[in-house]
């Protein structure tokens, strides 16, 4: 029986009859409510129906903001937990960070007390040839995980150089051994996987950018601007497939003029940065000629203004080139 029809029983009790004559009619007795008893199996639980779903569509209003947590549609930067558990933070996509400013880059990379030595110079920034065939100085003995971590703890800035194959028709003879092959796609490809790889050995976070060191070339020869472009692309496209930024170092009148060209006509899987070289003795990033447009601007540009020079400070003299800065600087793992 239902719990709540129970409650509504009544029990009625007649009044005695007697010979006399029949007294007034007596006032009617109250009725009684009598608490039905309800079989154990039957019992109503203790706590309230509107309790019980109010919580269950609070749970379920928690279970869709964690589904709709999983989607990917947060914005950049914004915290909060997702389905691994409360409290835990999801990971924060990483971004790149930049400097601006002077640096410098030398075939091999100096010893720490140079580094340290060299904080009395006017650079703060400091390129690292950290790997590919075509690199000149290959044993860079004082390039290690805990070189980078110890000179980024100095306080320099490091910009990560991969010398790796070479346009076909490339003008330094030193390098035409290294010139790139019939599939350049395809190559740019495993030679940007090679380059991942070795940056994240040697502590090059995510987000880093690797510059693709391509030497000057004869530019009017259209096949060899075309592979060296191929080449180019496909090292670009994986690069930025594996979390790396595509950087570019070439000769402003070559490489970098291809480049341009090319990004005016929409050509897709360019660089993010351009690395220029023109050696006139004055830095410029928004006055270069080739780069008269909007393009790598800002924080997309680093000029070599000038090379082979010798300096010394701290007593410790390297012969290096110059460059002025407003580009993204390698994340570097504590």
Same mark, same amino acid.
């Given at each position: 029986?239902?719990?709540?029809?129970a =409650?509504d029983?009544?029990d009625?009790?007649?009044?005695?009859?007697?010979l006399a004559?029949?007294?007034?009619?007596?006032?009617?007795?109250?009725?009684?409510?009598?608490?039905a008893?309800?079989p154990?199996? $039957?019992?109503?639980?203790?706590?309230?129906r509107?309790?019980a779903?109010a *919580? $269950?569509?609070l749970?379920?209003?928690?279970?869709? $903001?964690?589904? &709709?947590?999983?989607?990917? =549609?947060?914005r950049?930067g914004e915290?909060?937990?997702?389905?691994?558990?409360? /409290?835990? #933070?999801?990971? +924060?996509?990483?971004?790149p960070?930049?400097?601006?400013g002077?640096?410098?880059?030398?075939?091999d990379?100096?010893?720490? @007390?140079?580094?340290?030595? !060299?904080?009395?110079?006017?650079?703060?920034?400091?390129?690292?040839?950290?790997?590919?065939?075509? %690199?000149?100085?290959?044993a860079?003995?004082?390039?290690?995980p805990? !070189? *980078?971590?110890?000179?980024h703890g100095?306080?320099?800035?490091?910009?990560?150089?991969f010398v &790796? @194959?070479?346009?076909?028709?490339?003008?330094?003879?030193?390098?035409?051994r290294?010139?790139?092959g019939?599939t350049? !796609?395809?190559?740019?490809?495993r030679? $940007?996987?090679?380059a991942?790889? +070795?940056?994240?050995?040697l502590?090059f976070?995510?987000? @880093?950018?690797?510059?693709?060191?391509?030497?000057?070339?004869?530019?009017?020869?259209?096949?060899?601007a075309?592979?060296?472009?191929?080449?180019?692309? &496909? !090292?670009? %496209?994986?690069?930025?497939?594996? /979390?790396?930024?595509?950087?570019?170092?070439s000769?402003?009148?070559?490489?970098?003029?291809?480049?341009?060209? =090319?990004?005016?006509?929409?050509?897709?899987?360019?660089? @993010?940065v351009?690395?220029?070289?023109r050696?006139r003795?004055?830095?410029?990033?928004?006055?270069?000629?080739?780069? +008269?447009?909007p393009g790598?601007?800002?924080h997309?540009?680093?000029?070599?203004?000038a090379?082979?020079?010798?300096?010394?400070?701290?007593? #410790?003299?390297?012969?290096?080139?110059?460059?002025?800065?407003?580009?993204?600087?390698?994340? *570097?793992?504590p």
């Amino acid at each position: 029986m239902d719990a709540r029809n129970a =409650e509504d029983a009544t029990d009625a009790v007649d009044a005695p009859e007697t010979l006399a004559l029949p007294p007034p009619a007596p006032a009617p007795r109250p009725r009684v409510r009598r608490r039905a008893r309800v079989p154990r199996r $039957a019992r109503v639980p203790r706590r309230p129906r509107p309790a019980a779903v109010a *919580v $269950a569509l609070l749970a379920a209003v928690a279970l869709l $903001a964690a589904v &709709g947590r999983g989607t990917g =549609e947060r914005r950049t930067g914004e915290r909060g937990t997702d389905e691994r558990g409360p /409290g835990v #933070r999801a990971a +924060a996509p990483a971004v790149p960070r930049y400097y601006t400013g002077r640096a410098f880059d030398t075939c091999d990379a100096p010893p720490l @007390s140079v580094m340290r030595a !060299w904080r009395a110079s006017p650079y703060r920034a400091v390129g690292v040839y950290f790997g590919g065939r075509g %690199r000149g100085c290959r044993a860079q003995r004082q390039l290690t995980p805990g !070189w *980078v971590a110890s000179v980024h703890g100095l306080g320099w800035r490091l910009l990560p150089l991969f010398v &790796g @194959s070479q346009a076909p028709c490339v003008l330094s003879e030193a390098k035409r051994r290294y010139a790139i092959g019939r599939t350049p !796609w395809a190559q740019g490809t495993r030679e $940007a996987g090679e380059a991942v790889r +070795a940056a994240r050995a040697l502590g090059f976070d995510a987000a @880093s950018p690797l510059y693709l060191d391509m030497e000057a070339y004869r530019l009017g020869d259209t096949r060899c601007a075309a592979t060296t472009l191929r080449f180019v692309r &496909g !090292w670009s %496209r994986e690069v930025r497939r594996l /979390g790396y930024l595509p950087g570019f170092y070439s000769s402003a009148d070559t490489g970098v003029r291809h480049l341009e060209r =090319e990004r005016r006509a929409g050509t897709e899987d360019l660089p @993010s940065v351009v690395w220029f070289a023109r050696w006139r003795g004055v830095p410029t990033l928004a006055a270069e000629a080739v780069l +008269a447009g909007p393009g790598w601007w800002p924080h997309g540009r680093i000029h070599q203004y000038a090379g082979n020079v010798s300096e010394a400070y701290g007593g #410790r003299r390297l012969l290096i080139d110059r460059s002025l800065v407003d580009a993204p600087v390698a994340r *570097v793992r504590p």
